[in-house]
């Protein structure tokens, strides 16, 4: 970020790009591709933006076309949709909620018979609400977390299966909160931290069919999940507890799914988590 500190900002939930002030850096304009993922297919969840949008433009600049599901957020599926189409990519925009079981089967199956094949699974969707008190989450917003952060990881995993070939990846979002927790995060945390489980378990179950599964954790970045779902007074300091004293900027994550896509870069790594978390170190 151009400044260690955003001015306090909120925004209604899940959040838009465009209001945030300083604009998040999602666009991979310094990226260079290297036809890494040449003609592959990549579902990424949560694509619209943040981290999703970087990733989604990453992999159309390595030779991919993609798919992205989000919630609601129009604009800005379209606007990283009209960035993948930039780079000569195909790309189809899937709205709606996966904390839904339903969905999650359908925007397996709309990319395969709209794109053709499905190489890659980025798991990716989250929702957060910060809480003072554990007994102040409610039953609802518990089990919402759950839906969205972990059930629908799996979900869309499990339909993807009967269309990922050997070599294709599976790439989960992860948080630093997983690995640590988070007192004011509690049910978000725990979704994390499942989510670094399922990893495991799946890699380790789908390596004879050579799938590869791996996570990336991230440490504080700034995306819209952030002033929407965070007070106002908290996203002034947000990121500036890490060593580096910043939050990260969702172009300097999307390269390591980009890592853990590619064949030619991770072809020996699976079951792996991968922490971008700004010089956080942690025991274990």
């Given at each position: 970020m151009s400044?260690?500190?955003?001015?306090?900002?909120?925004?209604d939930p899940?959040?838009?790009?465009?209001?945030?002030d300083?604009?998040?850096?999602?666009e991979?304009?310094?990226?260079?591709?290297?036809?890494?993922l040449?003609?592959?297919v990549?579902?990424?969840?949560?694509?619209?933006s943040?981290?999703?949008r970087?990733?989604?433009?990453a992999?159309?600049?390595?030779?991919?076309?993609?798919?992205?599901?989000y919630?609601?957020?129009?604009d800005?599926?379209?606007y990283?949709?009209?960035l993948?189409?930039?780079?000569?990519r195909?790309c189809?925009?899937?709205?709606?909620d996966l904390?839904?079981?339903?969905?999650c089967?359908?925007?397996?199956?709309?990319?395969?018979a709209?794109?053709?094949?499905?190489?890659?699974?980025?798991?990716?969707?989250?929702?957060?609400?910060?809480?003072?008190?554990?007994?102040?989450?409610?039953?609802?917003?518990?089990?919402r977390?759950?839906d969205?952060?972990i059930?629908?990881?799996?979900?869309?995993?499990?339909?993807?299966?009967?269309?990922?070939p050997?070599g294709g990846a599976?790439?989960?979002?992860g948080s630093?909160n997983g690995?640590?927790g988070n007192k004011?995060?509690i049910?978000?945390s725990?979704?994390?931290?499942?989510v670094?489980?399922l990893?495991?378990?799946?890699?380790?179950?789908?390596?004879?069919?050579g799938?590869?599964?791996?996570?990336?954790a991230?440490?504080?970045?700034w995306?819209?999940?952030?002033?929407?779902?965070m007070p106002a007074?908290?996203?002034?300091?947000?990121g500036t507890q890490?060593?580096?004293?910043?939050?990260?900027?969702p172009?300097e994550i999307a390269?390591?799914?980009?890592?853990f896509?590619?064949?030619?870069?991770?072809?020996y790594y699976?079951g792996?988590?991968?922490?971008?978390?700004?010089g956080?170190t942690?025991?274990g």
């Open positions: 400044s260690p500190n955003p001015p306090a900002q909120q925004q899940p959040g838009r790009t465009g209001p945030m300083p604009e998040p850096r999602d991979m304009r310094d990226y260079r591709g290297r036809d890494l040449h003609g592959t990549a579902l990424v969840t949560g694509g619209d943040g981290i999703g970087a990733v989604c433009v992999f159309a600049k390595e030779g991919a076309d993609v798919a992205l599901a919630l609601s957020e129009d800005d599926a379209e990283t949709a009209s993948v189409r930039a780079q000569g195909r189809l925009t899937l709205r709606g904390g839904d079981a339903t969905h089967g359908d925007v397996v199956e709309r990319t395969v709209e794109l053709g094949r499905l190489d890659t699974v980025v798991n990716n969707i989250a929702t957060q609400e910060p809480y003072d008190r554990p007994e102040e989450i409610g039953d609802e917003a518990w089990l977390t759950f969205v952060n059930h629908s990881f799996f979900r869309v995993t499990r339909a993807a299966l009967a269309h990922l050997a599976i790439v989960n979002t630093v690995l640590r004011t995060l049910d978000y725990a979704t994390k931290g499942a670094q489980s990893t495991y378990s799946l890699a380790q179950s789908l390596t004879e069919r799938i590869r599964v791996n996570c990336v991230p440490g504080p970045v995306t819209p999940l952030i002033p929407a779902t007074e908290k996203v002034e300091s947000f890490v060593p580096m004293g910043r939050a990260a900027h172009d390269p390591s799914y980009v890592f896509a590619a064949p030619s870069l991770s072809s699976t792996e988590v991968l922490a971008p978390v700004g956080e942690m025991p």
